[in-house]
């Protein structure tokens, strides 16, 4: 098992950036691929980005590739997203979830792959 615990989020104004991290402890944290999900008031809670166990591959919701940025510190035991031009839509609570690494298993992007998640944090983009 383990207990992610995340921080950084807060207000920001449209074009602005924030970096979320994501603490984990726990069972060893290079066990898990790391994502990042955000859920906006009455809306599901949407995959934004992952990050392979060695941090060899990634990917990225259409709607944030290029402004967003997800790495790793495996040393740390620490997931980061780096969020850059933010917009208005981009308001929501942020979660970092893991995705504990099975035979067979690969990176996910679905909510439902994921094991672990956090308490999530808000991010308000004011325009």
């Known amino acids: 098992q383990v207990q992610l615990v995340e921080s950084g989020g807060g207000l920001v104004q449209a074009g602005g950036s924030l970096r979320l991290s994501c603490a984990a402890s726990?069972?060893?944290?290079?066990?898990?691929?790391m994502g990042w999900f955000r859920q906006a008031p009455g809306k599901e809670r949407d995959f934004v980005a992952a990050?392979?166990?060695?941090?060899?591959?990634?990917y990225y919701a259409d709607s944030v590739k290029g402004r967003f940025t997800i790495s790793r510190d495996n040393a740390k035991n620490t997931v980061y997203l780096q969020m850059g031009s933010l917009k208005p839509e981009d308001t929501a609570v942020y979660f970092c979830?893991?995705?504990?690494?099975?035979?067979?298993?690969?990176?996910?992007?679905?909510?439902?792959?994921?094991?672990?998640w956090g308490q999530g944090p808000q991010v308000t983009v004011s325009s």
């Open positions: 979830a893991a995705q504990l690494r099975r035979l067979g298993s690969t990176l996910s992007t679905a909510r439902t792959a994921y094991d672990f």
């Open positions: 726990g069972r060893a944290f290079s066990s898990y691929h």
């Open positions: 990050i392979s166990w060695r941090g060899l591959s990634t």
